[in-house]
């Protein structure tokens, strides 16, 4: 065969080689995913969620507000970001060794050595000298080696699937942070409406001890009654301590969560709705200052009715309460595959792995390395003529494994190891989202029930104190009963504000159970952002 033809049939059997990639290994995992929800309510009906920004839902501006501020200086994002920008620096790495490398080198010198003596003819005869040398030189030098079996290649795609990966985690952190911005400050205006309706209470029983008292001088009441009310008020003022404790701890956590000292936030998230203990003072007259000392006598002074003013205060107390909450998403159990992060980061493991076994499995192969270099030297010696010349060399190179004493063999087992744990963390990832939904749907759907029938309670106890109410301004009623009334009343709504945050904090935890709270785009462009900074 003519020479000439030799070349390019060469360099198409190498193109072929390249192309067949041998080792590759498949990344596919089969996962068994359920049709629908075992226990999502009927949401045929609802609307459509964007479930990139689900925490509008609550029409809450401080609460948006808030969450802008955490994506723009949580240090979480940050740390995650870094890591998307290294990941992506990892890639250009890889894939620098799918090409040719050139190197440029430079040197000279002068030297005088011993060992190198020349005769030079004088006027006396022969006088033996050591010249000085003066060489410089420099020149390319270029190495590729060919990726026959797909090696290099593998361990590119392997490094883009970890970047991917990356990309995944900061959306990841994303989620959470959101969820936790959201979670933390609904129960910690949770904990300031329940704060307000105690502070209420802990007034109406202070209310009922001085009545008790008045009554006690008046001999309407004994001393047991007396003991009964103290009590019963110093147990009530004893849950107050907990609560401000768990308002700060939260006013401290959100700090964190949007990269400020835990105690930046305290005037920001201060309590908004509750009135002062002073006011529910005002609005409740003490009137028993004296009563007749006879028994059985009516009192001197009868309290006036609590009116209007005393019900909006009431309803004052609970004014902190998400005025809405956002629709429930309507997602399958496969939708979970490509919103939620942790599922597709464990999508890419599973690819990188692969890429990774495929990779070590090249190995086994030979390699074929091309190399070619060339430039300009010159050689001075003292006295004598400069020489200069151009060189260069070209070469080719195939190395096999032979013996490696079972390294080779051995990677690929760990590497197929590791390509069968993520597979299977793979799995039990969407096992987890599953039970995670799923969960979240029984907690969303328990709170509400419970909301709705303490709110049926409220409704209940307002009608028993309006009943009551009507009776003592017909003189049917004592001014005690008035007050257990409103007390009971009082504790049913603080049991409702813990049932209606527990359903805001549960639609939360669905959000996140499904992903919300990124979209690619927008997400890709934070990236950008980010590095630019």
């Not at 200086?73 to 992506?88: G, P, Y």
């Not at 028994?295 to 009715?305: D, G, K, T």
């Not at 096992?431 to 409220?458: C, M």
Request: hydrophobic content about 45%; glycine content about 8%.
């Amino acid at each position: 065969m003519n020479n000439r033809y030799l070349t390019p049939l060469a360099i198409l059997s190498l193109v072929g080689l390249i192309a067949c990639t041998p080792t590759r290994v498949g990344d596919q995992v089969a996962l068994n995913s359920p049709a629908t929800w075992q226990h999502a309510p009927d949401t045929r009906t609802a609307e459509t969620v964007d479930l990139k920004t689900w925490w509008q839902g609550f029409n809450d501006p401080l609460l948006n507000e808030l969450i802008d501020q955490a994506l723009a200086a949580n240090h979480d994002i940050k740390i995650a970001t870094a890591r998307v920008r290294e990941a992506n620096a990892m890639v250009t790495v890889a894939e620098a060794a799918l090409y040719p490398s050139l190197d440029f080198s430079l040197s000279g010198g002068r030297e005088k050595r011993i060992d190198r003596i020349v005769g030079v003819p004088s006027g006396q005869g022969i006088k033996l000298i050591t010249p000085t040398a003066d060489a410089v030189s420099g020149g390319l030098a270029a190495r590729w080696e060919i990726d026959l079996f797909g090696g290099r290649h593998l361990e590119a795609e392997a490094a883009a699937a970890q970047a991917q990966g990356s990309q995944e985690g900061l959306h990841a952190a994303q989620v959470g942070l959101l969820a936790q911005v959201a979670t933390n400050y609904l129960q910690l205006r949770g904990v300031q409406q329940r704060t307000g309706i105690l502070q209420n209470n802990i007034a109406l029983q202070r209310e009922r001890l001085r009545t008790l008292q008045a009554f006690v001088k008046a001999g309407l009441a004994n001393e047991a009654d007396l003991a009964r009310q103290q009590t019963l008020l110093q147990g009530t003022e004893a849950t107050l301590p907990g609560l401000v404790n768990a308002e700060q701890n939260l006013i401290h956590r959100l700090g964190v969560l949007l990269g400020e000292p835990p105690e930046s936030l305290g005037n920001r998230l201060a309590t908004v709705g509750p009135p002062p203990n002073e006011a529910l003072n005002q609005l409740i007259p003490f009137m028993v200052r004296q009563a007749h000392h006879e028994r059985n006598q009516p009192l001197a002074v009868r309290p006036e009715p609590f009116g209007d003013a005393q019900e909006s205060l009431v309803d004052g107390a609970i004014q902190g309460s998400p005025r809405s909450l956002p629709a429930m998403p309507k997602l399958l159990p496969a939708d979970l595959l490509a919103q939620r992060p942790d599922l597709r980061l464990a999508q890419t493991e599973v690819s990188a792995a692969a890429a990774s076994l495929g990779s070590a499995r090249a190995d086994l192969y030979p390699k074929l390395v091309l190399s070619a270099s060339g430039g300009l030297g010159a050689l001075a010696v003292g006295g004598f003529p400069s020489l200069a010349d151009s060189v260069y060399a070209l070469g080719s190179g195939l190395s096999a494994p032979i013996f490696n004493a079972g390294r080779i063999r051995a990677q690929i087992t760990a590497a197929d190891a590791r390509l069968e744990q993520v597979a299977a963390n793979y799995e039990k990832t969407f096992l987890l989202a599953l039970e995670d939904v799923e969960n979240a749907f029984v907690a969303h759907r328990s709170a509400t029930d419970s909301a709705a029938r303490l709110t049926q309670a409220e409704a209940s106890a307002e009608k028993a104190y309006r009943l009551v109410d009507a009776l003592y301004q017909r003189g049917a009623a004592t001014y005690l009963a008035v007050l257990d009334a409103q007390r009971s009343k009082l504790e049913v709504s603080d049991e409702r504000a813990k049932a209606e945050t527990a359903v805001s904090v549960a639609m939360v935890s669905l959000y996140r159970a499904f992903g919300g709270g990124w979209a690619l785009d927008s997400s890709v462009n934070a990236v950008a952002n980010a590095s630019a900074r």
